[in-house]
């Protein structure tokens, strides 16, 4: 419809460019220039480094004649070209493809395949399983070897190593600003709980977006300085590798996660903000006296994946670490709700607080919906913490689709919503909790059963390390609960039996385990546990 | 071109919304719903509150017949009434027209004119002048009165009063999301130093990105206090309006700004951030011992229009305050620059720190361009500190154009970039600095002189409390500057040849002033010094 708002006020070159998070590097380097972007073991490299470093991989890209739209692929851990590769290669128009380090040959064969990599940067570290990956897929990309003197051993595998690779670009590209702000950024494929991979395509508007929201929600200062104990593979390192650069912050590089590099990078580098999935948190709480050290200041940590439990909490606040509770998924570009915090919740006994913390949480001020809904009927549960319904997300942080596979993209965003495949409710106040993936969820004599709930209860025991209940068929019930656990390395002696009448005694007996496995579980290279593997394994 | 990255990845509903600022309330009032949005006097609304009389305003201008695209009019001091337009008009699809309060009637009765206001909310307070307005003006709004208990004095002039009028709508109102982040949100007449005003067009999707940039910019932390010193009508409180539930804060709101109610808010309010031109530094500084009280934290203070001198940086520090210099226009929806500080700078002397907070600085993260060049040739001036050329910015952050004002908009947007009028110079470390508008240049014997730099200089001198320069026609010189001068209130006497003596110590004799004029100086609404006013003063 016309008015006087939308006559003679058109788009132009000086009020409309595309979104896209690469102009915070430029920035940073305009602003900052002899600021630390990244710290490697002894390297350093400033801003003004860092920023025409990118540029010379973007002109060499171009040199090697890569065009808009095609694939460049990554196997690297948390080092300088890994960020480098997130500016340097979209600089070009190509689309990072970031490859799980963990994953093995067939694996990484497939993505290489899906993804059409017409480059293949990897690091020494994973030359073994990528050079068997190279035999079985069909396509052989060019490859660039990443020759870390950090790292010993491991083979160059490639055509050329990358530091060659990129003196013969230009420092001073003129880097190509997407000509639309829906063009693709990236490729990151699920790690995938259940069934094959997908390709999770990122844009520049959401990218952008994301990383910005990352600095909001998180209350992030400038000059941050970041620590790198999540993978920069998951989800583009849930976008902070961009968001570091919108608030000029020091990237810490870490390619060894473990509590003693955690402790000594905190200290060194005063390290202000990290994220990390429940294993890290492990690794700090569980740290040997000798690992430990005393940090300067607190620690901002984002974790995800998992509810953190209370006595976690307690050991990470003690340790010096503020942990925040964000939950998204790959789809998401990451984190896209925070369990945002009250103050007067401060005050609560630490049971409580850890229960409210918990909560996944309300959307990301750049999520613009989130919701929980029947997915047959689309209509939002009632707002009770009782109803489940499946979480379904809305807006500009939604990917763009699936890769080469248009029904799963339909199907995952039918009806106008991104649907999660989480379960969850939607409390009174507006914060949603999962309650399972609909996948984990256990139907017993008709009634379901949130194994998260089982495994909850689980974790109130102290011997029990990690747990996981899934369904064990059964004639009579059509399902019942199967427990798989660890055991901590300190605890008493614990039977099948012990940990059966722990949870009788504390939820609804149908609910309670019929079967409890011990013994060390499979998880994801995320960390996630694999449930589709302890379905295989449940006793006869 | 199509590649597998744009085939089968189409924008839907679940991937693709309209970025609004109108979002972020919605998700303040979910997240924080019993949180203080809005403190004024002894009236207190949560956001729950905010979030649903923004709602009833929405749905009762709809009764009223208000459609997409027609205008809404506000004349209001910083109240809620007002922060409630800031919301409920665009969301039922119309424009905020925000008019300066300071204006005569003539000035009012031209921009509804312009604006073509269908409705028009205003304060008893300017009852007086909007009467008046309204016997001049073409086509007569709606009027609604805001009759606020807080004032005495004016009187009703309209057909409804405002919480009668609200009072009609519907606080469950489902809100118009905009259809195109293109549409407009708003409509800022600019204050003008020189000219008629024109009316700028700001548009939902750069509303969206300056709050956002604001937060991030300024390091904002979540649920901050907000005092309202700067006028809300001047480029919607540079953004402010939107930016404070982006982080869920509490808007402290203020009828009338003077030292007394500066610190009795911050003190009563824990306030943490706040904005204002340098005359309200000016009150802040030169508080009375009665006026002035012990802050408990400090406050953030961010200024633009002129760089705060170093005496008066000195003071504010003293005063509890952090001064941070942003600049912009009203075309670039306030400020899109900041003097992004390095902390290697805080160990520098008093007067060093003034000159390098002085400058304007460096863009905004989500201002993609900003740039110093010869408006003929459109070249970058060398960034040399020396060579003058016109501010440009390019980018989101840039109005959608004039008004019903073709020839301004392509004016002002030519060659792909925003032209701001401002003069200044490009600093080897990238950061900007103004040295004056257009006009503010006097051309002596052929040679440039800054105004600001003279001005700079007057303000080194003891007595003087306001300085402008300006051109005085010369028969021999073509131009020579003329000073207009306040003095400080506790000065000792100071003649012409003082401060001419004066300036001769300090910079080249043709830069210096050959006539002084002692007196109150003409201020904008906004204090801007008008100095198209003081040529008109020149003596013969």
Same mark, same amino acid.
């Given at each position: 419809m016309s008015n006087i708002y939308n006559t003679h006020l058109d788009k132009t070159a000086a009020n409309f460019q595309a979104l896209t998070p690469l102009s915070f590097l430029e920035r940073a380097a305009m602003t900052y220039p002899h600021h630390d972007a990244i710290v490697h073991g002894d390297l350093r490299y400033t801003y003004e480094e860092f920023y025409s470093r990118c540029r010379r991989l973007a002109s060499a890209l171009v040199k090697k004649d890569l065009k808009k739209g095609d694939t460049v692929a990554i196997v690297a851990p948390n080092i300088p070209a890994m960020l480098e590769a997130h500016y340097g290669v979209p600089m070009m128009g190509a689309v990072l493809n970031t490859v799980n380090i963990r994953l093995d040959a067939a694996g990484i064969a497939f993505i290489l395949d899906h993804g059409e990599a017409d480059v293949l940067i990897v690091d020494r570290e994973f030359s073994s399983v990528v050079k068997e990956a190279l035999t079985i897929c069909d396509d052989k990309p060019y490859v660039i070897d990443i020759d870390d003197p950090a790292y010993e051993g491991g083979e160059l595998i490639g055509e050329i190593d990358y530091e060659s690779f990129i003196a013969e670009g230009d420092p001073n590209f003129a880097w190509e600003w997407p000509s639309d702000e829906w063009d693709a950024i990236s490729l990151n494929y699920t790690s995938g709980t259940t069934g094959n991979?997908?390709?999770?395509?990122?844009?520049?508007?959401?990218?952008?977006?994301?990383?910005?929201?990352?600095?909001?929600?998180?209350?992030?200062?400038?000059?941050?300085?970041?620590?790198?104990?999540?993978?920069?593979?998951?989800?583009?390192?849930?976008?902070?590798?961009?968001?570091?650069?919108?608030?000029?912050?020091?990237?810490?590089?870490?390619?060894?996660?473990?509590?003693?590099?955690?402790?000594?990078?905190?200290?060194?580098?005063?390290?202000?903000?990290?994220?990390?999935?429940?294993?890290?948190?492990?690794?700090?709480?569980?740290?040997?006296?000798?690992?430990?050290?005393?940090?300067?200041?607190?620690?901002?940590?984002?974790?995800?994946?998992?509810?953190?439990?209370?006595?976690?909490?307690?050991?990470?606040?003690?340790?010096g670490f503020d942990v925040i509770h964000l939950y998204g998924l790959?789809?998401?570009?990451?984190?896209?709700?925070?369990?945002?915090?009250?103050?007067?919740?401060?005050?609560?006994?630490?049971?409580?607080?850890?229960?409210?913390?918990?909560?996944?949480?309300?959307?990301?001020?750049?999520?613009?919906?989130?919701?929980?809904?029947?997915?047959?009927?689309?209509?939002?549960?009632?707002?009770?913490?009782?109803?489940?319904?499946?979480?379904?997300?809305? !807006?500009?942080?939604?990917?763009? !689709?699936?890769?080469?596979?248009?029904?799963?993209?339909?199907?995952?965003?039918?009806?106008?919503?991104?649907?999660? !495949?989480?379960?969850?409710?939607?409390?009174?106040?507006?914060?949603?909790?999962?309650?399972?993936?609909?996948?984990?969820?256990?139907?017993?004599? !008709?009634?379901?059963?949130?194994?998260?709930?089982?495994?909850?209860?689980?974790?109130?025991?102290?011997?029990?390390?990690?747990?996981?209940?899934?369904?064990?068929?059964?004639?009579?019930?059509?399902e019942t609960p199967c427990a798989f656990i660890e055991l901590r390395d300190d605890a008493d002696a614990v039977t099948e039996q012990d940990l059966i009448d722990f949870c009788r005694d504390r939820i609804a007996r149908f609910k309670c385990p019929k079967h409890v496995v011990f013994g060390e579980l499979p998880k994801t290279s995320t960390g996630k546990i694999q449930k589709f593997k302890l379905r295989e394994r449940v006793p006869d």
């Open positions: 991979p997908k390709g999770v395509v990122y844009h520049h508007r959401g990218a952008y977006l994301l990383s910005l929201g990352n600095a909001v929600t998180t209350s992030m200062n400038q000059n941050p300085v970041y620590l790198w104990t999540l993978p920069m593979f998951h989800c583009n390192g849930w976008c902070f590798t961009w968001t570091i650069s919108a608030v000029a912050g020091t990237h810490i590089c870490l390619r060894k996660v473990n509590a003693e590099n955690i402790f000594k990078a905190c200290t060194e580098y005063n390290v202000s903000h990290m994220c990390g999935a429940p294993i890290v948190m492990s690794m700090i709480v569980n740290a040997t006296d000798q690992e430990r050290q005393e940090l300067a200041n607190r620690v901002s940590f984002f974790t995800a994946a998992a509810p953190p439990p209370a006595a976690v909490l307690a050991a990470m606040d003690t340790a790959t789809e998401t570009y990451g984190p896209a709700t925070i369990n945002a915090w009250h103050s007067e919740w401060d005050d609560l006994p630490d049971d409580e607080r850890a229960h409210i913390k918990a909560r996944q949480g309300v959307r990301y001020p750049v999520l613009e919906g989130l919701s929980v809904r029947d997915p047959k009927t689309m209509a939002e549960v009632p707002r009770d913490g009782e109803t489940i319904g499946e979480v379904m997300f809305r !807006g500009n942080v939604v990917m763009k !689709g699936y890769l080469k596979n248009p029904d799963a993209t339909d199907e995952a965003l039918a009806g106008g919503w991104f649907h999660s !495949g989480d379960l969850g409710v939607w409390h009174a106040d507006n914060y949603i909790q999962l309650k399972d993936r609909s996948k984990d969820i256990i139907i017993s004599g !008709g009634e379901n059963i949130s194994s998260i709930e089982v495994e909850d209860t689980l974790y109130q025991h102290p011997a029990v390390a990690t747990a996981a209940v899934v369904a064990r068929p059964d004639d009579q019930w059509g």
